[in-house]
């Protein structure tokens, strides 16, 4: 990569692969999403597509902030009722989406759809994320992996339309 990666971008990218998420992972799952529109569609054109949305500041801090909370659950070290909450991964608590929503909406309306689609699928990592498996804590990662894969379909989706992917 030519740009050079502020400190900000380093550390998160470190911390997803640290927590089991590589950027294939997340282009398996943009790949997943588009490939019904662009039957040739290149997994390099998705990883491209990936790297674009984690150099966004407001992505990097979401995923700081959501791992930083997976990591302190796992270790126990929340208050509580908040550290049971997000240890057990509770349906009705909510925030784990609204902070992933900070990043599907960087590239438009259409990454809602895609976000929403995803989520309820859960294709590939996703479902490794949502194994619950009573040790590791994914509560927000998961969101956040689908968000982010949810942005970079939009981003490949709308550069198709204007022709210029990549
Ligand atoms: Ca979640």
Redesign the pocket.
Known sequence: MVEKQSKLEEKARSWMIERGVTIDDIADLVLFLQKKYHPTLDIAICRDNVDHVLRKREVQNAILTGIQLDVMAEQGELVQPLQNIIFE?EGL?GV??IL?LSIVNVYGSIGFTNYGYIDKVKPGILAKL?EHDGKNV??????IVGAIAAAAASRLAHSYHEDIVQ
Request: hydrophobic share 25%; net charge negative.
């Open positions: 991964d608590y784990d989406e992933a949502n994914h509560t927000f990662l998961d969101d």
